[in-house]
């Protein structure tokens, strides 16, 4: 239920040729269109600022170059870029250097087809998926994240940016842990304009993505409110 224009263009990036292939196949077979894939970081980092994909499905153990700086400089090169994680590794320390870097949403190798297609369409849809028992120790660690303040602006500073009213309510949907679809649906507005309004608040806070998002709103309370 997105609203996404044609079939989502989605690129694989894993050192397992076997893996890779039969991971494009099902999302092509699908009908998402697999546009470019990928075997070390190096090459990875090339071919997806090439391909423009709407989703890139990473491992994170890759030569060359590692998975979570594959999505830290692609993220940053293009923040609409969704990041889905699919790893064999479940280790706490792992999803969240991942969820750090920017990704999205992290699956474990062990979902089954049904699972990945599922995930990796609603990152297009800009919701953050995750393997059950991973959201929570990710938003453990946004709290944690928040009670750790970084100099940041603040609405009060003179020259600060000011975020809109309605901004402001999808950035406290967007911390208490709603995805886009929820807040959609909570706000009565389309899937897209929820996107619209993230995207001009990163925009005005200078933020790169939705965990640096999230801390932000965390830091000042709006999760409360």
């Keep these: 239920?997105?609203?996404?224009?044609?079939?989502?263009?989605?690129?694989?990036?894993?050192?397992?040729?076997?893996?890779?292939?039969?991971?494009?196949?099902?999302?092509?077979?699908?009908?998402?269109?697999?546009?470019?894939?990928?075997?070390?970081?190096?090459?990875?980092?090339?071919?997806?600022?090439?391909?423009?994909?709407?989703?890139?499905?990473?491992?994170?153990?890759?030569?060359?170059?590692?998975?979570?700086?594959?999505?830290?400089?692609?993220?940053?090169?293009?923040?609409?870029?969704?990041?889905?994680?699919?790893?064999?590794?479940?280790?706490?320390?792992?999803?969240?250097?991942?969820?750090?870097?920017?990704?999205?949403?992290?699956?474990?190798?062990?979902?089954?087809?049904?699972?990945?297609?599922?995930?990796?369409?609603?990152?297009?849809?800009?919701?953050?998926?995750?393997t059950p028992g991973l959201a929570g120790l990710v938003l453990g660690e946004y709290r944690r994240l928040a009670a750790e303040p970084t100099p940041a602006p603040d609405a009060g500073e003179p020259g600060a940016p000011r975020l809109t009213d309605r901004e402001t309510e999808v950035l406290r949907l967007v911390a208490k842990g709603l995805s886009y679809k929820q807040i959609a649906e909570r706000l009565v507005i389309s899937h897209r304009t929820v996107q619209n309004h993230v995207q001009n608040t990163l925009g005005k806070l200078q933020l790169h993505n939705r965990v640096e998002l999230v801390r932000y709103a965390i830091e000042r309370g709006l999760d409360d409110a």
């Design 1 to 130: 239920m997105t609203e996404q224009r044609g079939p989502v263009r989605v690129m694989v990036v894993d050192d397992h040729p076997m893996w890779r292939d039969a991971v494009a196949r099902d999302l092509a077979e699908s009908g998402l269109e697999v546009v470019a894939t990928a075997g070390d970081g190096e090459q990875a980092v090339r071919r997806a600022r090439a391909a423009a994909p709407d989703v890139l499905v990473l491992d994170l153990n890759l030569p060359a170059k590692p998975g979570v700086q594959v999505c830290r400089e692609l993220v940053a090169h293009d923040p609409a870029l969704r990041v889905l994680v699919l790893s064999a590794s479940g280790e706490h320390a792992d999803v969240l250097e991942a969820v750090k870097s920017g990704a999205t949403g992290y699956l474990l190798k062990s979902a089954s087809t049904a699972e990945l297609l599922d995930a990796v369409r609603r990152t297009a849809a800009g919701e953050p998926v995750f």
